[in-house]
């Protein structure tokens, strides 16, 4: 266990690993904070941990001489309590070496991941959840640089890769589209100038969905949304969540669709401001006397073609 003020947290790594029907051992993360003051318990928040992300599952809170339950997250709660798994429904596997390589390293990075990371990732969290009582149909995001890697530092900025559902209407690209651009002016006023956000793409899941159904494995939005979603960090992934199923009933397409961006990867993998950003985040660890061991430094050159 770990002390933070008045917070407490309880491990995440094993606690409430629990066992299927069939004997199988279950996705586990589950852990509570417990807040206090002068001693004494305020507040209870049941959590889980996945992906390097944090979800709240409920809150318990003491009301007279009683102790409040109040579920926030009715889905992984249900998961739990049914002995189901929820956030591990597919295995997250690549047969493309370079997305494999950079999943290993990424794995490594958010082992320490800074406060600065975590503050980032709940208040995009906030913002799409306020942008959805204002844009029409979905909206949800990837993360890409420190944020994705869990290596934010005050002044960092934030890259990220828009999902909406722009209508058939919409043929422009993000840089021109009207959608997306009030999306984007809405993201940016809401974030404030405490952050600076960077949009690299924008991408319609209307588009994805249809490539999807008439298996167009040349579609550029199917093949930009599988780029992204192998490498990235999403921000409101529920919305992401049922086309990924969708794109993993049919194993062999989504197979063509990687296949179809392998050679986008390996340019990505290996441009200049990507090879600096890997040298700058392992800077960062040792400057906290953090020491990057062999084996990872090994996947990096690996990863980066290096040696």
């Not at 890697?149 to 043929?171: E, N, W």
């Not at 197979?255 to 392998?262: A, L, N």
Request: with cysteine; net charge negative.
């Amino acid at each position: 266990m770990a002390f933070h003020e008045d917070t407490l947290y309880l491990n995440p790594s094993n606690f409430g690993e629990v066992t299927g029907p069939t004997g199988e051992v279950a996705e586990g993360g589950f852990f509570y904070q417990i807040e206090t003051e002068h001693l004494k318990v305020k507040g209870i928040i049941f959590k889980k941990f996945y992906d390097g992300r944090i979800f709240d599952i409920a809150d318990y809170y003491p009301e007279g001489k009683k102790w409040i339950e109040k579920i926030i997250d009715h889905d992984r709660y249900n998961a739990l309590k049914n002995r189901k798994n929820y956030d591990m429904k597919d295995i997250k596997y690549s047969h493309i070496p370079q997305i494999q390589l950079f999943k290993e390293i990424k794995q490594f990075f958010r082992m320490f991941q800074t406060p600065e990371t975590e503050e980032r990732v709940d208040k995009l969290e906030e913002v799409a959840q306020l942008l959805e009582e204002k844009i029409p149909g979905d909206i949800a995001m990837d993360v890409m640089g420190s944020v994705n890697m869990g290596t934010s530092q005050a002044g960092s900025d934030i890259d990220l890769v828009l999902y909406l559902r722009c209508g058939p209407s919409c043929t422009k690209g993000h840089d021109e589209c009207e959608f997306s651009q009030n999306a984007q002016s809405m993201i940016k006023e809401y974030l404030g100038h405490e952050y600076e956000p960077h949009f690299l793409d924008c991408i319609d899941l209307d588009q994805v969905e249809k490539s999807i159904e008439e298996k167009n494995f040349e579609s550029e939005s199917l093949q930009r949304f599988v780029a992204y979603r192998s490498i990235c960090r999403p921000i409101n992934y529920r919305i992401i969540a049922p086309i990924e199923d969708m794109l993993n009933q049919d194993m062999i397409f989504k197979k063509e669709i990687e296949g179809s961006i392998q050679s986008y990867i390996q340019i990505f993998a290996n441009t200049s401001e990507h090879v600096r950003s890997l040298k700058k985040y392992e800077s960062r660890l040792n400057e906290l006397g953090i020491r990057v061991p062999e084996s990872v430094k090994r996947t990096i050159k690996q990863y980066l073609h290096e040696g």
